[in-house]
Every structure is written in structure tokens, then in C-alpha cells.
């Protein structure tokens, strides 16, 4: 077991200091920002999700893992859960450890909920927080190398071990069995970022996978069984695994940050490396009152990472979330970029030539930027040029939803309410987000989850 290999005097592992770290935290006294955050995670992820049982992938995923019987398995719960979410690709992430922690954590825990009814509202939204902390110190030190040079997708690699913490929370287990259950994800953990190139179904299968394997973790280790004491720092473990140029310093020294409050709430249905040019195009727009018709073209400015993401006519969903010019050509038509208008325009001709209007294109300043501080990957200036001859730029560094740039109040309730409407309508909606607020005074987690499931 994990934490009984390292006795005596031998020096506390990596392990062993996040095991502090997670020690620390208690709903009871977390800050109540953290609470609140934990909250907005969760309904954000559940409207998704609600949202994305729509599509034909996730009818057929639930399908694969039994149908109506998948609400008795908690793994195939989670998987179904987690994956169904991913596909709409407008779920949270975090900038310094990269991905989309909350499909894997906020699946395990409304899925263990469903499964062990007498777990409370705190407890889960416990094991939320504690989650965050967990993918985030992994994330944190793997990536961006990892997801750069590696092709490792850290939604499954560090979303498996966030998913053991929130699961070993709600199992109530100990801190012996919590490390061991953390150790054996992060030793089985994988998952590849191909598919964001040919389109494959890993790309959001990876999420669930990662849920999955947290959950059956958790309990594995509820029964003594668990993987390496250093399983991170080893020489044959998980940093030397995935990170060419991990953050070692930091791998050393995991301390608790509350990194929740670091995770960022998605507004457009594209990778994130693209949000900050829409919010640049967008602030232009609004400032000028600019239709579509008036614009002539449009240049994009950023580092090695947006230019990449410069492709034209995108042949399925996940190159269309990757393109910067059919993004910003959708959102310059609908003044939004969702999944259904991200679907429905991979056959529209109109958008793919105005799309050929948008470049994309280094810039050196930004590259500089890029290279002083690696989490802003994303940053973008953006030229955008009318019909009538005029010139408009705006500089955006971070993107809103960013602890630099905070969404107005109420944002994520309006997303939610949005995402909820075709499935469980207005005041079905209004009533759940409600339900997710006061979730700390429930008994009983799981139940509102459950109702709301058995409707979609």
C-alpha cells in the first residue's frame, strides 16, 4: 500500500505532502468563495451535461454501457456522465494545469452520490474541493509540456487521480487508503490528444474514462490495494511518464491554494485557446456596432500554440473546435459559438469562405509573453479591418472567465438556465440550479441528480 511503504526515517514523498495538503481542507472551513465556487463548478458541469444527452454520441454511449441500468453502476455512471459532458466542449478547465478538470470530477461525484444515499451535501461538495486541489498539483507540474510535446491529455492523467479524491471523500476513507487510491490512478492513468486532430471519439471519451477509473480506484483502495509510494517523483513514475519539462519545484512542494478558485468557466464551444480572440473580436463588435456584412477581414496575432489552431474548413466537430477562423467566423454570423452552430455549419459554404478572411499569424510580443509566463498560451491581438476602409484592434490576454477577468455576476446561472431549456425547461432548470445552491443542506445528495436523470 502506498502510504505503509513509507515508514521510518525515510523523507516524506510527494504523495505524503499532498496527503497534507488535502488534510487541510473541510467544507466546514473552507472559504466561503471556495464553497461558492464548488457550487458553480458543479451546476455548470451538470447543465452541460443536460445539454449534451442530446446528441446521437451520448444516446449511443449509454447505449454501450447498458441503457437504463447504467444508474446502478457508479463507473459506467461516470463514464457516461463525464464523456457526455465533454463533447460539447464548454466545460471548465484551468490554464496552469491545462484540460478540463470538472468533467471527471464533477461526474464521479454525482454519480457516488447516485450510488451511496446517505452521503450528504457537504461531503460531496467536499470531495469536489479537494478534487480540484488534486488534478491541479498534477496538472500543474506535467503540463504545459505534457500536453505540448507529449500529446498527453491531462483530462484523463490528472482527472483519474481528482476523481479518486472525490470518490475516497465520499467512501470516507482513510488517509492511508486515500493515497492509495490517488497512487493507482495516477499509475494506470492515459489518454492522448490526437483525436483533437483526426476527430476520433477519445477526445471525449478520455473524460469519462479518467472518472471511471478514479471511482474503481477508490474502491480497490478501500480494500488495501494501491500502487507507489512515489508514484510521482519516481523514476519510472507518472512526472517522468508524461512531462518532458516538468515544474519540479513545484512537484516537491504541493501546498494547499484553494486552486478551484483558478479554474476558469467556459463561454464558447471551442478549446480555449481561441477564447481570448473571440473575446478581442467581441469587444470590437460591441464597441462598434459592427454587423458581419461590414467586415472585410480579420488578422489574429498570438503565439506558436494559436497559430496552430489556424486551420481552414474543418472536416468534423473536433477540428471545427480547433479552427480560430471558423470560430470566429461563426461568431461574427451569430454573435455565439455553441455546439449545435458549430455542428450545423460543417456543410455551410457561406461560412467556410468567410472564414478564409481570418488569418492567423505569430507575433513576437506575445511570443515573448508566452515564453515569460506559459499559462497564457491563449493570448491573442486582433486587427479587425471593414468594408469602409476602417482598422479596429483590441490586445486580450487572458480570457474572461479567468481569475484576471471574472465573469459578471449571474453569467454561469444564465449558462446553466441555457443549457437546461431543451431538457428540462425553464422552470425545471430554474428549480435544479436552486437545488445545486442549497446542496449543502441536503441529507441526501444524490437525489435531485437522480430525478433529474431519469427525465433525460
Known amino acids: 500500500m502506498a502510504a505503509e511503504k ?28 471556495v464553497t461558492a465556487k464548488a457550487k458553480e463548478c458543479l451546476a455548470d458541469f451538470f447543465g452541460i451535461f443536460c445539454e449534451g444527452t442530446r446528441k446521437q454520441e451520448a444516446k449511443d454511449l449509454r447505449t454501450a454501457l447498458g441503457g437504463g ?46 450510488a451511496l444515499p446517505d452521503v450528504s451535501g457537504k461531503i ?22 505534457a500536453y505540448l510535446k507529449r500529446g498527453v ?14 470518490a475516497g471523500t465520499m467512501l470516507g476513507l482513510s488517509r492511508a487508503q486515500m493515497a492509495d487510491a490517488i497512487s493507482l490512478s495516477a499509475s494506470l492513468a492515459g ?23 478514479g471511482i474503481a480506484a477508490a474502491n480497490l483502495a478501500k480494500y488495501g490495494m494501491g500502487g507507489p509510494c512515489r508514484v510521482f517523483e519516481g523514476r519510472l513514475g507518472f512526472c517522468n511518464a508524461f512531462a518532458p519539462d516538468p515544474d519540479l519545484a513545484y512537484l516537491d512542494y504541493p501546498t494547499l491554494c484553494w486552486d478551484i478558485l483558478n479554474v476558469y468557466i ?29 467586415v472585410q477581414r480579420v488578422k489574429v496575432f498570438g503565439s506558436q500554440f494559436l497559430y496552430d489552431a489556424g ?35 460543417l456543410r455551410n459554404e457561406a461560412i467556410m469562405a ?10 513576437a510580443e506575445i511570443i515573448k509573453l508566452t515564453e515569460k509566463d506559459k499559462s497564457l498560451w491563449g493570448a491573442a491581438r486582433v486587427e479587425l479591418y471593414t468594408t469602409d476602409g476602417r482598422m479596429f484592434t483590441e490586445t486580450k490576454i487572458t480570457p474572461d472567465g479567468d481569475p484576471e477577468t471574472p465573469l459578471p455576476e449571474g453569467t454561469v446561472r444564465r449558462k446553466f438556465l441555457a443549457h437546461t431549456q431543451n431538457t428540462l425547461g425553464a422552470a425545471g432548470g430554474g428549480a435544479l440550479w436552486d437545488s445545486i445552491q442549497a446542496l449543502d443542506g441536503e441529507a441526501k445528495a444524490g437525489t435531485a441528480f437522480l430525478q433529474t436523470i431519469a427525465k433525460l
Request: net charge negative.
Open 124 to 145: 460531496l461538495l467536499e470531495g469536489v474541493i479537494k478534487a480540484y486541489e488534486v488534478y491541479c498539483y498534477q496538472g500543474r507540474v506535467i503540463n504545459p509540456s
Open 191 to 213: 489518454g492522448l490528444n490526437q483525436s483533437a486532430i483526426d476527430g476520433s471519439a477519445q477526445k471525449f471519451l478520455v473524460a469519462g474514462w479518467g472518472a471511471k477509473l
Open 311 to 345: 486551420g481552414y474548413r474543418p472536416k468534423d466537430m473536433a477540428q471545427a473546435q480547433t479552427s480560430v477562423p471558423y470560430a470566429v467566423a461563426l461568431f461574427l454570423k451569430y454573435g455565439e459559438v455553441s455546439d449545435d452552430l458549430v455542428h450545423e455549419n
Open 69 to 114: 441500468s447504467i444508474v446502478n453502476d457508479a463507473e459506467d455512471m461516470a463514464f457516461w456522465m463525464g464523456s457526455t459532458a465533454r463533447m460539447l466542449d464548454i466545460d471548465d478547465g484551468h490554464r496552469f494545469a491545462m484540460a478540463h478538470p470538472g468533467v471527471a470530477i464533477n461526474s464521479t461525484a454525482i454519480a457516488m452520490a447516485a
Open 153 to 166: 491529455d491531462a483530462t484523463c492523467i490528472c482527472g483519474s487521480g481528482a476523481a479518486a479524491a472525490a
Open 6 to 33: 513509507n515508514t521510518g526515517t525515510m523523507e516524506p514523498t510527494c504523495l505524503d505532502k499532498l496527503m497534507d495538503v488535502l488534510d487541510q481542507i473541510a467544507y466546514d472551513t473552507a472559504p466561503a468563495p
Open 266 to 294: 467556459k463561454m464558447y464551444a471551442c478549446v480555449r485557446r481561441i477564447h481570448a480572440t473571440l473575446d478581442a473580436v467581441k469587444a470590437i463588435v460591441e464597441r462598434e456596432g459592427l454587423k458581419a456584412d461590414a
Open 354 to 363: 468567410f472564414s478564409e478572411r481570418v488569418s492567423v499569424e505569430k507575433d
